[in-house]
């Protein structure tokens, strides 16, 4: 919940290859306080069966930057793994993004809600509602 002194950050993920959300995909939060200091890291969550974060840590006041690292390797390994298990493997890559990082710029008193669009070879994201 954003204040009059911080904001507040949500996320989702959507698998677009399946048009389905993203299950279980650790997302850590990291702030850091002007372009030119350090990144802390806050804590994080994994997306609940709607694709969705809700655990995420509060930030700190004085917060300007804000960074949401989604560890996507081992939802795509695990994704790949149900649809082969009668085929023989055809990747052992496990995938094309291993980590999604997504940095942003952000203000006291607002929320910020950055969806995650993602599929096994691109991704996009956008700042929601």
């Known amino acids: 919940m954003s204040t009059d ?6 996320t989702h993920i959507l698998d677009t290859s399946i048009g389905r959300p993203a299950a279980a995909v650790a997302v850590t939060l990291a702030a850091r306080s002007g ?3 350090p990144w802390v890291t806050l804590g994080g969550s994994a997306t609940d069966a709607d694709g969705r974060c809700k655990e995420l840590p509060a930030l700190p006041e004085g917060t ?3 960074r949401l690292d989604f560890e996507t390797e081992a939802y795509f390994f695990n994704k790949q793994a149900e649809a082969q298990q009668d ?5 052992d890559s496990g995938a094309f993004f291993p980590e999604v990082a997504i940095t942003f710029a952000v203000v006291p008193g607002e929320h910020y809600h950055v969806p995650l669009l993602l599929n096994p070879f ?3 994201v956008y700042r929601g509602s």
């Open 64 to 66: 300007t930057h804000v």
């Open 5 to 10: 002194t911080t904001a507040s950050v949500s």
């Open 122 to 124: 691109g991704y996009s």
């Open 35 to 37: 372009s030119d200091a």
């Open 87 to 91: 085929a023989p493997r055809v990747r």
